[in-house]
């Protein structure tokens, strides 16, 4: 077997020197690659070299941006993903480590013509997002997911959306539209409890406009998973979701943004194989 490791060394506050010596330790005696990213979207195009490679496993080394970068470039494709968790998130880890099986087959999701593997959204949770990536860069601080959270709280206000959900429209002020592959988002809230990135579908959440209090009330419930108690929160299951807005929409794909009036979301299923080697990440991330 190949190994491909692709380090994203702006990502969390790891030992990537320590991180690549434990690389070196345990896989001396095996075929490896390094690479260490310098831009923005440099690990889809590293990626993207060994995407039709068999036997070739492509490791993320980083947080879930770098993993949705690492994803773009081997979709569809015929290596296996692998995935070092040293980022501040790591929120589609979070899932993955739940799973006792070293082979997966994982579906992902596309939106317009980028695919995720975790979670997309619009809404507040993805103004936090937007804004908590504004604070991190100048600000480099662990908290920047909860500044960005009060700043948006304060600041937000609902969106009018049109949804379709397979055959179904839905139409009305939503705070939050969230289409999961996997369970975790924002640096470990479950929204979506019972999500598994296995199934073929995606679970969707639909967050309808409240007041500030009682949005409070909801926010607290997603930190004990326990939102879907309020009558605001639906839940809906599908494979093929629009989404659209008389204004530009801020759009979160796994943490990264993009802004579009019209989303398109569909699942690619059975897409990607991970390779989930529990204990070959520990040794690596031994520091």
């Known amino acids: ?15 990537y020197n320590k991180i690549k010596e434990n690389i070196m330790k345990n896989l001396e005696n095996e075929n490896y690659e390094i690479y260490e990213t310098k831009a923005p979207k440099e690990a889809t195009k590293i990626a993207s070299r060994f995407k039709n490679e068999e036997g070739t496993v492509v490791y993320s080394v980083g947080g879930d941006g770098t993993l949705n970068e690492v994803i773009n470039g081997i979709a569809e494709g015929k290596c296996k993903l692998g995935i070092i968790p040293t980022g501040s998130g790591n929120d589609f880890y979070r899932s993955l480590k ?17 695919y995720f593997i975790n979670i997309a959204s619009v809404g507040m949770d993805a103004e936090t ?18 500044l960005g959270l009060i700043h948006t709280f304060i600041t937000f206000k609902s969106k009018r959306l049109k949804l379709k959900i397979d055959k ?57 998973s326990e939102h879907e108690n309020y009558n605001e929160v ?29 989303i398109e979301i569909q699942m690619i299923e059975d897409a990607i194989y991970i390779h989930n080697d529990n204990a070959l990440v520990q040794k690596i991330m031994s520091l």
């Open 1 to 15: 077997m190949k190994y491909v490791f692709i380090i994203n060394p702006a990502s969390g506050k790891t030992d």
């Open 98 to 114: 739940e799973s006792p099986n070293e082979e997966i087959r994982v579906d992902l999701g596309k939106v317009n013509d980028r």
């Open 129 to 146: 997002c937007n804004n908590a990536n504004k604070i991190k860069s100048k600000l480099k601080i662990g908290i920047a997911y909860y």
């Open 168 to 224: 179904n429209i839905y139409a009305g002020d939503y705070i939050i539209a969230a289409i999961c592959n996997g369970k975790y988002y924002g640096g470990g809230f479950k929204i979506a409890p019972v999500a598994s990135f296995d199934d073929n579908k995606f679970d969707i959440y639909l967050v309808s406009k409240a007041n500030k209090l009682k949005l409070i009330k909801i926010l607290l419930a997603l930190l004990k």
């Open 234 to 262: 639906r839940k809906y299951t599908g494979k093929n979701i629009t989404i659209s807005s008389e204004n530009n929409l801020i759009v979160n794909i796994d943490g990264e943004i993009t802004i579009s009036k019209n």
